[in-house]
């Protein structure tokens, strides 16, 4: 199912977005959208693994051996 979302951009950021989508980027302005939402979760996911990869570095993980380990 999809749902529709209206939102209110300055002129400069709505020319900004057309001329994306005009260079052949994008198939559209919801695509040029949908695609800054899906680049914002992976830097979001690579900020966490990030993260993750110093707490190991700094020795504040664990070893699981197990599923049961998590408990």
């Given at each position: 199912?999809?749902s ?20 052949g ?17 992976e ?25 049961k380990?998590?408990?």
């Open positions: 199912m999809r529709v979302i209206n939102i209110s951009v300055p002129d400069l950021v709505r020319k900004e977005v057309d001329r994306e989508v005009r260079a980027g994008y198939a559209s302005v919801s695509e040029f959208f949908r695609a800054v939402l899906r680049e914002r979760k830097q979001m996911l690579l900020r966490d693994v990030e993260e993750s990869r110093r707490e190991v570095q700094a020795g504040h993980a664990r070893v699981l051996r197990s599923l380990d998590l408990r």
